[in-house]
């Protein structure tokens, strides 16, 4: 299991805009792979992200 970084989950979270407890436990379970993560978000998401990443 990677170690999560605070940095790793403001990453993803500035890429998708959603919760971050949501990114770190995306992250948790992709050992740490922010692509891998952000992919797997949205396909448990699906709608929901399309709503929140054009917020800036």
């Known amino acids: 299991m990677a170690k999560i ?5 403001m990453a993803l979270r500035n890429r998708t805009g959603l919760p971050m407890m949501a990114c770190k ?3 948790t379970e992709t050992d740490g ?3 891998a ?15 929140r990443t054009d917020r800036v």
Do not use: F, H, P, Y
Request: hydrophobic residues 35%; positive net charge.
């Open 25 to 27: 436990k995306a992250l």
């Open 5 to 9: 970084s605070a940095k790793d989950v």
């Open 37 to 51: 993560a952000e992919n797997q978000l949205r396909k448990t998401l699906k709608g929901k992200m399309e709503g």
């Open 33 to 35: 792979d922010i692509d």
